[in-house]
């Protein structure tokens, strides 16, 4: 009996061994890994965005005084969080970090990276990189001359309404979105897109849209977008850190959907730089009438139809009458901005809800709750 269960196993690894092997590279990663991680950035290739200006965080006279409450508490325990840290009036007034991380460890942002490229897309436009967000698309890449593509315009990627064809899915291996992140020929997968509806007709969530984007600043700048954030945005505020971005091969393309790898700390500086209205020691980094636009409800473009919990790249809580933006990433990473408190809040982690209540994963307002208590 044993010989027999025995032949079997070696059977199925056999069979399991014929299918990987002619499985495309990006799906052989996808079994072998299988399931995307914050530590991810230690299995691809990366482009440091250097730290030329470091500068430490000032500590608040309330600094760490107050304790989270057990609820809350066990909430964060519950999705694995690995930091939560809260700047208040640029000063840092709150930080834990857990599961043997700390406030030198990096960790992949995954989509929160958007809301990092929509920024990138401002200091652009300022400098006259891009003439504006209605700027088409098929100025700066060829492959959306001819066709529907060629009546997409900068604005429809900033708010998810390209109407390109995509399949944003995370679990299957042989997903397109799969594909961009283990993959190794981005500008490929841009170049071979196809539109499946018509541009500026609705939201929808897709990550290419994004990667469409850095091309465009890729091509506007002549720069790849980690050497442009580095000049123009992580010198300027003072990042603590050297930050990675993770690319689909040696001297590539940046994973520009995601794969932004930095700490809690300088991700509260990011968070800061919107509280500030795109602002850092009195330089304008960012536009503030880009921030404004940004940071508010999107109207799609040519319509009054509005996308009540996005913007250009940032999500927007409505919480209490309140409107929060933010920038959110799959595994619960989460750079809120708390205007009426004049605060920034970092979340970290390796999980996050799978419930939704209105566009946003349940866990967001958790966290939310836990900082307007700790501010109290």
Not at 72 to 79: K, W
Not at 96 to 101: E, N
Not at 168 to 190: R, W
Not at 297 to 311: D, F, N, R, V, W
Request: charged fraction near 25%.
């Amino acid at each position: 009996m044993l010989k027999k269960i025995g032949g079997y196993t070696i059977l199925v690894v056999i069979f399991l061994g014929i299918i990987y092997f002619f499985l495309p590279n990006y799906a052989q990663k996808a079994f072998l890994h299988l399931t995307a991680d914050i530590d991810d950035y230690k299995i691809f290739e990366n482009r440091t965005i250097a730290a030329s200006n470091p500068k430490e965080w000032k500590l608040s006279p309330q600094y760490n005084q107050y304790e989270m409450g057990q609820t809350y508490q066990d909430e964060l325990d519950s999705y694995e969080t690995t930091a939560f840290l809260i700047v208040k009036d640029t000063a840092l007034y709150y930080q834990q970090y857990f599961l043997g991380y700390d406030q030198n460890e990096i960790s992949n942002s995954f989509s929160a990276a958007k809301s990092i490229v929509s920024l990138l897309v401002g200091i652009a436009i300022e400098e006259g990189k891009i003439e504006s967000v209605f700027q088409p698309v098929s100025d700066f890449l060829d492959s959306f001359q001819e066709g529907e593509k060629s009546k997409i315009v900068i604005k429809d990627l900033l708010t998810m309404s390209s109407g390109i064809e995509w399949d944003e899915a995370y679990i299957s291996p042989f997903s397109k979105t799969t594909d961009a992140y283990y993959g190794d020929d981005l500008k490929k997968i841009v170049n071979d897109l196809e539109v499946s509806d018509a541009p500026a007709k609705e939201f929808a969530y897709k990550s290419i849209n994004t990667q469409i984007l850095a091309e465009i600043l890729e091509s506007a700048t002549g720069q790849s977008i980690s050497d442009y954030a580095a000049n123009r945005f992580w010198r300027k505020i003072g990042a603590e850190y050297d930050a990675l971005w993770s690319l689909d091969k040696v001297g590539g393309m940046e994973k520009a959907f995601c794969c932004f790898n930095s700490t809690a700390r300088d991700f509260a500086r990011i968070g800061q730089l919107v509280l500030n209205n795109g602002s850092w020691n009195d330089e304008q980094v960012v536009p503030a009438d880009y921030i404004e636009m940004a940071t508010k409800p999107a109207q799609l473009t040519g319509s009054e139809k509005s996308i009540p919990h996005y913007g250009y790249q940032w999500w927007i809580l409505n919480y209490k009458g309140k409107q929060i933006p933010y920038a959110r990433g799959i595994l619960g990473q989460y750079i809120f901005v708390l205007r009426d408190e004049n605060a920034v809040v970092v979340r970290l982690g390796k999980s996050r809800s799978k419930l939704y209540t209105d566009e946003h994963p349940n866990d967001v307002y958790v966290y939310v709750e836990a900082a307007y208590e700790l501010l109290k």
